[in-house]
């Protein structure tokens, strides 16, 4: 089946600091992926949809200019959190569809961010 | 509004039935999602439904009511490795899904 391997699984960082996190489809082609945060025992918050060759889509709320995304082929989507604080640590997690609308969406594994 | 209601969570004994409900109200529907997603882990797919009716595949099957806006997971044979959320997904007229909050399931022995 598909899969959506994402990179690193967990990372610390200072405050302050950056950190890019790889998301890609390993047997399919993704034109679209969607980044997702999610606090402890909260659901699912999509951040914004990762569209191939073009800009990212945010949802509202999300800074564009703290969570760049960046989507430069077909199976590769990055997530870079700049200057990253203590309220950003979350789990995030990348996902994509390996076909149209019926088709599930697979996730990555997820990347644990804590921020000291 | 959109919005997606699921128990918050639920208790069940090993080899026993559990029945997880879903009910949606979304502008538009293109189809019914189910998720299980383990603590620290990223969610699994489960079932997808996008017709009335039963979709069965193995211990787990999916219902799906479209003119009740209403779905349940249906658990059997519960076992140990089945504690987990269950996060109910709806795609809306724009092919956006919409996420409920999840339901914790407890499986006691």
């Known amino acids: 089946g598909a899969v959506v391997s994402q990179h690193p699984s967990w990372v610390i960082c200072k405050s302050g600091t950056s950190v890019k996190i790889e998301c890609r489809s390993l047997d399919f082609q993704a034109t679209t992926m969607f980044w997702y945060r999610q606090f402890p025992k909260q659901s699912l918050m999509l951040m914004a949809t990762s569209n191939e060759g073009s800009k990212a889509t945010y949802e509202q709320g999300v800074e564009k200019d703290k969570f760049l995304i960046n989507h430069a082929s077909l199976t590769l989507s990055t997530l870079t959190v700049t200057s990253a604080h203590p309220e950003d640590s979350s789990f995030y997690i990348c996902?994509?569809?390996?076909?149209?609308?019926?088709?599930?969406?697979?996730f990555g594994n997820g990347t644990r961010l804590t921020v000291t | 509004g959109q919005n997606i209601d699921q128990p918050t969570e639920m208790t069940a004994t090993e080899g026993a039935i559990v029945q997880i409900n879903c009910t949606y109200q979304?502008?538009?529907?293109?189809?019914l999602f189910w998720y299980q997603q383990h603590a620290g882990e990223a969610p699994t797919f489960l079932s997808y439904?996008?017709l009335d009716g039963l979709e069965e595949k193995g211990r787990f099957s999916s219902f799906l009511s479209r003119s009740k806006g209403y779905s349940y997971l249906l658990l059997k044979e519960l076992q140990m490795k089945d504690s987990a959320s269950y996060l109910c997904?709806?795609?809306?007229?724009?092919?956006?899904?919409?996420w409920g909050a999840g339901t914790k399931l407890i499986i006691k022995p």
């Open positions: 997904a709806v795609q809306d007229s724009n092919y956006q899904l919409i």
């Open positions: 996902s994509a569809r390996d076909g149209e609308g019926s088709s599930p969406l697979h």
């Open positions: 979304t502008s538009g529907f293109n189809g």
């Open positions: 439904n996008v």
